[in-house]
């Protein structure tokens, strides 16, 4: 898997399903807005968003609102999830994870499958769950969620142009640090993608956590690149978008 760039924002393009459990959720999985999300029930409260985990006896949950909570298992009552996850889940009496198919948790046990039959695992004995990611789900989810930018814009004209005002020079600087931190920050998710690919067990699941917590850090940097774009075609209304 791949993350291409050009001369303006490109999404993340997924070439492979081969990368599991983000970003997040990226992935994953990982700050988007669903239409139907999770549901974590407390009992008095319950929050919607997005499982993300469970480690040291605490459900790692994304609420809608992309807050990060953690809730000890025994404040929790029932998690319902909107489609069953694979994940990859460690007891406490292993060392290595079993890779089930998770499908919620309720009356202190994780409901799971494996091999098509249907169990349950008392919550006690699990050290820990990583929710793996599909990323071509993901960025399709992505893709949804979020308004696909305007076309590339074409700045090779401005660049040795000797007319341009004080402001259309800054303006054209803004653009172009923007648009080279963005492509510097895909860059750098290109290559942390391709460790994971060729890593195993603890690493490959730390990999999976920071591309995870990369894909909130990526919405900032886009949205930089955004305003400069906005203010680059406001200063130069006559550029040619490809």
Do not use: W
């Amino acid at each position: 898997m791949k993350f291409v760039r050009n001369s303006t924002i490109e999404k993340p393009m997924i070439n492979r399903l081969s990368c599991r459990r983000s970003i997040a959720g990226f992935i994953l999985c990982s700050s988007l807005t669903l239409a139907t999300a999770d549901t974590l029930n407390l009992g008095a409260k319950s929050h919607d968003g997005t499982f993300d985990g469970f480690e040291d006896g605490r459900f790692l949950f994304r609420t809608a609102e992309g807050r990060e909570i953690k809730e000890p298992r025994s404040s929790v009552r029932k998690l319902n999830l909107t489609e069953p996850r694979q994940v990859a889940l460690t007891r406490t009496s292993k060392r290595e994870p079993d890779k089930l198919t998770m499908t919620g948790y309720e009356n202190g046990k994780f409901a799971v499958k494996a091999d098509g039959k249907e169990s349950t695992i008392p919550g006690m004995q699990v050290r820990s769950i990583t929710v793996e990611m599909d990323f071509q789900a993901f960025g399709a989810m992505e893709q949804a969620d979020t308004p696909r930018p305007v076309q590339p814009i074409d700045i090779s004209g401005l660049t040795a142009r000797q007319d341009l005002t004080a402001e259309q020079t800054a303006v054209l600087k803004q653009y172009q640090a923007a648009n080279g931190k963005y492509n510097a920050f895909l860059t750098e998710s290109s290559a942390l993608v391709e460790q994971m690919d060729k890593a195993t067990g603890a690493k490959r699941e730390a990999l999976l956590n920071v591309l995870r917590r990369r894909k909130a850090e990526e919405q900032p940097v886009k949205r930089d690149l955004e305003i400069s774009r906005t203010a680059l075609l406001k200063a130069f209304p006559d550029l040619v978008q490809k």
